[in-house]
């Protein structure tokens, strides 16, 4: 059976890029804007609040793990914020290496490793679009062992410090895609996997991709009314079934095309009866020719 979130996974190609440790003590806050960048932080000790986007502030505690595949406006601050107008000053560093953030004496409330992620999939746009908004976890025991591990190992100085540290990001980054899959998630893929009806009709979408499949024909598989499943994988995944299927198959198709596959190969193995068919979608879609998307890849220029 195949795996809709491993495939998606393995196209992301997910790497930690970089972390670092910082501390808060009293009253602090931290706002950075990162023009769609990937952004995680695990709680080491103590608890401080997140704000997204202009969401309302998210609660954090120790061992709890956020993930933003795609962030432009956050904030970090402590349990109790500064007054909105007040100046945020910069973290420091402190000679351990570690940054400290409001009270430079005191004993710190709040204990974090963040940082930035990278997909390093040419079209991580593409599959960033089938992710949640915010992936937050907290109580999961698999992702707390590595968040243990990536704790004690982003503290010692021991040899080989940055590459240990990497690996076990790449693989908290991973567990925390999979463990997400919940109803509490923003609208995406992990949640639309978490609900039994619309997990069957996704996995046949990835399992037959060439499949010409209707909106009837997948609540069939879901076992719903046409009208109940419509509604509700879109309140679910985000996008309405039909445009799902087609992110996924231009996904996939600029995956094949980077393996030097012809066009009406490619066609043929993303569901469309011709290559002109299929050349008008991807060119609608992605905003370049098949053809011209295929050779960019290969002479590394700009499409």
């Not at 979408?205 to 609540?219: D, F, G, K, N, S």
């Not at 002109?276 to 879609?285: G, I, K």
Request: overall charge neutral; some cysteine; proline content about 8%.
């Amino acid at each position: 059976m195949i795996d809709p979130l491993a495939e998606v996974v393995t196209l992301l190609q997910p790497r930690a890029r970089f972390s670092k440790v910082v501390a808060g003590a009293g009253v602090w806050r931290v706002r950075r804007s990162h023009a769609g960048q990937p952004f995680y932080c695990v709680v080491l000790e103590g608890e401080c609040c997140l704000t997204v986007n202009g969401q309302p502030p998210l609660p954090l505690q120790q061992g709890d793990f956020v993930l933003i595949p795609e962030s432009h406006d956050f904030a970090m601050t402590s349990v109790q914020p500064p007054p909105p107008r007040a100046i945020d000053a910069a973290p420091v560093q402190q000679p351990n290496g570690e940054f400290r953030l409001g009270d430079m004496e005191g004993p710190a409330q709040a204990m974090l490793l963040v940082g930035h992620c990278a997909f390093d999939a040419p079209d991580a746009a593409l599959l960033v679009s089938l992710l949640p908004e915010c992936i937050h976890i907290r109580g999961e025991q698999r992702l707390s062992t590595i968040v243990q591990l990536v704790s004690g190992e982003s503290r010692a100085q021991r040899p080989g410090r940055e590459v240990v540290l990497a690996h076990l990001l790449e693989v908290l980054l991973i567990e925390a895609l999979r463990s997400s899959a919940g109803t509490a998630a923003s609208p995406g893929l992990l949640r639309g996997l978490a609900d039994e009806r619309l997990a069957q009709a996704l996995r046949r979408m990835h399992e037959e991709i060439t499949a010409p499949w209707t909106v009837a024909q997948l609540a069939k598989q879901a076992a719903l009314s046409r009208s109940a499943f419509f509604e509700r994988f879109q309140r679910a995944v985000g996008v309405a079934p039909m445009e799902y299927l087609l992110r996924w198959r231009m996904a996939q198709a600029k995956h094949l095309l980077r393996q030097q596959s012809g066009v009406a190969a490619v066609a043929e193995q993303v569901g469309y009866g011709s290559a002109s068919a299929f050349s008008v979608a991807f060119t609608r879609h992605v905003g370049v020719p098949p053809a011209r998307y295929a050779a960019t890849q290969l002479s590394g220029l700009p499409a």
